[in-house]
């Protein structure tokens, strides 16, 4: 099994290091990620600007760009071979909930996925690292489970999971889970530059606003690994009727509704 491996905390991060070594006990790991932490850029891809690879002591490649620049430049030249599996992590930090639209993580996950490889973001749920041998372990067992008996055919997939910061054995069994919600994020920093200019800090991430049961945020406060399945589109398909009513009222006309299919959250044009 032939593994590429990214994060957005920069190549460096001892995440990576850790899922590096876990993940070199069962496979072929391929290290191509962010030269600096990246959190929160999402699928940013750096167009304005020439990218560079170098390889560093350890044998990790590191670029001057996001995570999705990483996984872009190894997918579509960079790379002598396609791999089996994308990953992603381990995320210093949960990617929960609204996190997913942002996350640099999950954004490298994603870029796989586009490229129609499998693809798997992971993250711890607190920041600092506790337990994360623990968490590299359990993210491992998960690789081989998924990846049993895979021979490369089939859609791909886009899987975030989340583990909490937890000693193995305390672990729960992965939960299938819905994306929660947060509330909006906390109010911008404002601070006065020693030159009299006005900066400005984004707040931290709002509290959960949707942690019912059935949720990512539920399943890991009950000690359990949470796993969402992600797809691309971002279609509002459960309003469509009511925008269908909008757009006649203005004279416009409705291109013909594709055939959606949900396992590869793509649309698939009609026959």
């Given amino acids: 099994m032939k593994i590429l491996l990214s994060n957005d905390d920069g190549y460096q991060a001892p995440g990576i290091v850790a899922l590096y ?139 975030n999971v989340n583990i909490p910061n937890r000693p193995y054995d305390e672990l729960r069994a992965v939960r299938l889970c819905r994306l929660g919600r947060r509330h909006a994020a906390e109010p911008v920093i404002m601070q006065t530059s020693p030159r009299g200019e006005t900066m400005y800090w984004i707040g931290n991430a709002g509290l959960a606003k949707d942690n019912s049961e059935g949720t990512d945020f539920h399943a890991v406060a009950q000690g359990h690994i949470a796993m969402t399945p992600l797809k691309v589109d971002l279609t509002d398909h459960d309003n469509m009727a009511e925008w269908t009513g909008v757009v006649r009222r203005m004279g416009g006309a409705l291109e013909p509704m594709a055939d959606h299919d949900p396992d590869e959250g793509l649309v698939r044009a009609p026959v």
């Fill in 21 to 159: 070594e876990a993940l070199s006990e069962v496979a072929q790991v391929e290290v191509i990620a962010p030269e600096h932490n990246n959190s929160a850029k999402s699928n940013a891809l750096t167009l304005n600007a020439p990218l560079s690879v170098h390889r560093a002591a350890n044998g990790f490649r590191y670029v001057n760009g996001t995570p999705a620049d990483c996984m872009h430049i190894a997918l579509t030249g960079l790379l002598d071979y396609r791999p089996d599996l994308v990953v992603s992590g381990i995320n210093n930090g949960a990617n929960m909930g609204d996190d997913t639209i942002y996350s640099g993580t999950v954004g490298a996950a994603m870029e796989g996925f586009l490229f129609g490889v499998p693809a798997i973001a992971f993250s711890q749920v607190e920041k600092g690292w506790g337990e994360l041998e623990a968490a590299v372990a359990r993210a491992r067992d998960i690789v081989q489970d998924l990846m049993k008996g895979r021979d490369g055919g089939g859609a791909p997939w886009l899987l």
